[in-house]
T-cell receptor
Framework: DAKTTQPPSMDCAEGRAANLPCNHS???????VYWYRQIHSQGPQYIIH???NNETNEMASLIITEDRKSSTLILPHATLRDTAVYYC??????????????FGPGTRLSVLP | ETGVTQTPRHLVMGMTNKKSLKCEQH?????MYWYKQSAKKPLELMFV???????ENNSVPSRFSPECPNSSHLFLHLHTLQPEDSALYLC??????????????FGEGSWLTVV
């Protein structure tokens, strides 16, 4: 079972920031938080990951709370092409291969014109 | 372009056919995976190979048979499938090493329809 909880759907206006929340209240100290997205009919695309500190790359920012029980993925200027299902995954470092990338139902983000 | 290439992208097969899905990764990774995604369901892990040895098999029916001849190639051989096996089959790869926050990269998937 997935160790994360996400809202099933969200809307965001084009050009605005999209803030996608994720709860992972049972996260352990050595578990990373990963975000992927899946555009219809395509394979999941890696976005970003982090352990404790906030992270930023060319696609998004990841904000992890101090207690690490929740995180937020921020797409700073959402475009129509960001419409997708976004998955938040908690992965155990050093554990069984692949078994740790357990995908839940994710959040379906709709970017509206 | 993720560096993981799957062929064919679309496949229609009868229940008595034998077919194969192919995956190739150009990332120099040492682990490869097959996932299945049925309509409106989350991804399900099917098989994991690390250094060309199978390390995980999540109780997948024997009509699905994986093969990993080297660290860059992965096959999924299909035989006497059922209509409920129709799904998107995703290949992925990663570099498995301790302490690096390994990332898994997916191919575009192969859409399989069993008739």
């Amino acid at each position: 079972d997935a160790k994360t909880t996400q809202p099933p759907s969200m809307d965001c206006a084009e050009g605005r920031a999209a803030n996608l929340p994720c709860n992972h209240s049972t996260i352990s100290g050595n578990e990373y938080v990963y975000w992927y997205r899946q555009i219809h009919s395509q394979g999941p695309q890696y976005i970003i990951h982090g352990l404790k500190n906030n992270e930023t790359n060319e696609m998004a920012s990841l904000i992890i709370t101090e207690d690490r029980k929740s995180s937020t993925l921020i797409l700073p200027h959402a475009t129509l092409r960001d419409t997708a299902v976004y998955y938040c995954i908690v992965r155990v470092e050093g554990g069984n291969y692949g078994q740790n990338f357990v995908f839940g139902p994710g959040t379906r983000l709709s970017v509206l014109p | 372009e993720t560096g993981v290439t799957q062929t064919p992208r679309h496949l229609v097969m009868g229940m008595t056919n034998k077919k194969s899905l192919k995956c190739e990764q150009h990332l120099g990774h040492n682990a490869m995976y097959w996932y299945k995604q049925s309509a409106k369901k989350p991804l399900e892990l099917m098989f994991v190979y690390s250094l060309e040895e199978r390390v995980e098999n999540n109780s997948v029916p024997s009509r699905f048979s994986p093969e990993c001849p080297n660290s860059s190639h992965l096959f999924l051989h299909l035989h006497t499938l059922q209509p409920e096996d129709s799904a998107l089959y995703l290949c992925a790869s990663s570099q498995d090493s301790i302490g690096s926050g390994n990332t898994i990269y997916f191919g575009e998937g192969s859409w399989l329809t069993v008739v």
